[in-house]
């Protein structure tokens, strides 16, 4: 069977297509034809070896999929071959077929397309953890997304909307600003690009402080780093919460005065930790998700699809910020 693997620490450029041994399922698994695998930030980082999960190589990227089973390991109930399914791989999603645990496949609804289900899970649960279990977000306070028309940022809008928050968006072009309005969000703010010096910060955080008005922003979802996190955290209300989401810009260095002057929390923002400590809770979380999903309050964004032996682009794209919400790999 085919498979993009990494066999050396790099860029998208490095990966390489190559048939493989097609694997079985063991007890407790799962054996899936994968029929799409959206694309994320980690697949960006855990190929140049710069992600906190670091598998033997040659692995494959991609870390949401969506299939069929193909067959059930020893012991497994409830699944049959045909179901349909999606799953959080971690990495190795970019293969014809995969195995995998079979606690972790969730069914996917008969009218949803796997293309539409592979590009769920990841952002969808991350968004959600951040907003409701991090971030404590109520009906009626403001929130703030940064990078609001990538994959995490989309799905914040909408989450932020259907809790009933006040939603500004923070973007980089009209393009993704427009993107950002349809997705529900109250206003958008475009942001210019960095590096920025003394006087660029202060501008970025007026621009940050005029959008969200005079009470600040009672959350901050940052899924972007750099020099964004402290001109976003200047604009924050007394006793807002911060949420720290990722670094495509770069980690941040947060002046710490700040939290002790607005009595704000930093939080970071793990949805693979909260899902491996309370499986329970994220259950419930994805089960709200669907429910959102079938009311029409959320739904997956897909820009655009690759086939595998393009995936690498599909990556590149993600890692040079040129994708609006999700990019998925389809495979026949």
Request: proline residues 7%.
């Amino acid at each position: 069977m085919k498979a993009l693997l990494s066999h050396q620490p790099g860029g998208p450029e490095t990966l390489r297509l190559d048939e493989i041994a097609e694997p079985a399922p063991g007890p407790g698994e799962l054996l899936v034809r994968v029929r799409a695998c959206a694309i994320n930030f980690p697949d960006v980082l855990i190929i140049e070896d710069k992600y906190q999960l670091k598998p033997p190589r040659p692995f494959s990227p991609g870390s949401e999929i969506a299939g069929e089973v193909l067959a059930v390991g020893e012991g497994v109930e409830g699944w049959s071959p045909g179901d349909r399914l999606i799953a959080a791989t971690g990495y190795g999603g970019l293969v014809e077929k995969i195995v995998i645990p079979a606690k972790a496949g969730i069914r996917l609804p008969s009218e949803r397309t796997f293309e539409e289900g592979s590009a769920l899970l990841l952002t969808y649960a991350t968004a959600l953890h951040a907003l409701a279990d991090r971030g404590r977000l109520q009906a009626g306070q403001t929130l703030l997304v940064l990078g609001a028309a990538g994959g995490v940022g989309i799905a914040a809008v909408e989450i932020g909307k259907a809790l009933g928050a006040r939603v500004i968006a923070a973007v980089s072009s009209d393009e993704k600003a427009a993107a950002a309005r349809e997705a529900g969000a109250d206003e958008a703010l475009i942001y210019p690009a960095g590096p920025f010096d003394r006087d660029g910060q202060k501008a970025l955080s007026q621009l940050f402080k005029d959008a969200v008005g005079p009470g600040g922003a009672d959350v901050i979802l940052d899924p972007v780093g750099g020099d964004y996190s402290e001109a976003a955290l200047r604009s924050i209300a007394w006793q807002g919460r911060f949420l720290v989401v990722g670094f495509p810009a770069g980690i941040a260095n947060l002046p710490l005065n700040l939290t002790l002057l607005k009595s704000c929390d930093v939080c970071g923002v793990f949805w693979g930790g909260f899902v491996a400590r309370d499986p329970k809770a994220n259950a419930a979380h994805v089960e709200q998700l669907f429910r959102w999903w079938a009311e029409g309050k959320i739904a997956p964004r897909i820009s655009a699809t690759f086939p595998l032996d393009r995936a690498g682009e599909a990556i590149a794209a993600l890692r040079d910020r040129r994708a609006i919400g999700k990019l998925v790999v389809t495979l026949d």
